[in-house]
């Protein structure tokens, strides 16, 4: 399968220590030793939560706050000035507010036997379809930095239904082994107009959403089946843009979780983003 070869056979990254293994020999001999322990460790349950979830509200600034062309006409906003998310009652603006926030949240759970610094607490994030990434991922990265991991995405405007996305981040406690892992990039190209998806290293998909989606749901099928067969192991990391809107990233999501990857996770620049605790003094 092409686009498989290309994406997993040319280069790749290893675990937590950010190796970067080149050529398909190294490949194969890192294979040779992963076992599967890719699934373990990425658990935990909802059920178990001792606070109500906190839920992050990201929406459009009104008139008189973001004067905007584009959010008016219905098209989608990517001034990231222009969109506001709220908590429990209180907007937030600044970043240093936000950090603070989430730490003081964070250590009310911090109940994993496995890891004492990282968090139960539960982040809903709803915010408008049109949302741009930049946006929902300023909520997903303090929390992470807090020890923060479960993150549930909806995109709706306020007060309409729709179903959420499970997008918790892997923690990583102690796999023995590193699994592969790959990002799934999702750029927006202002010149076409289209938002361009790939797996990374690897061709893009077509810019035709059905027919890109396509493209896509064969990698993953073909991964899971490597996978099934213990022959690889894959994490994949969701590396949105930050003027990518949160339904065509909700959308990427979706695809991967209803063909065999239940769990992804997001990325930040250059690495994984992991659920990552100040440690303790
Ligand atoms: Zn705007």
Known sequence: MNLLRQTVGSRFQTGKNGTLHEGRA????????????LLLGCGGSASDEAFPVIR??????????AKCKAFEEGRICRDPGHWIVEMQGKRFTDPDAM???FKKEADLERTEAKDPYMSQRHVVIQAEPGSPWSAVHSVIRPGAKSGIYKFDLIA???GEKKETVT??????TSPELPPIELRLLLRWDPVRGVIRRKFDPGEFVSDDPTQGDRELIQVLETMAEERKADRFLFKIYIDAGPDVPLDAVVHTIELCRKNGFERVSSAHG???LTAEPERAK
């Open 156 to 158: 709706a405007k306020p």
């Open 56 to 65: 992050a509200v990201i929406h459009h600034g009104n008139a008189s706050e």
């Open 270 to 272: 250059s690495r994984p």
């Open 26 to 37: 190294s490949m194969i001999a890192l294979f040779a030793s992963v076992l599967a322990t």
């Open 99 to 101: 950090d603070e926030f």
């Open 167 to 172: 997008f918790w981040l892997f923690t990583d």
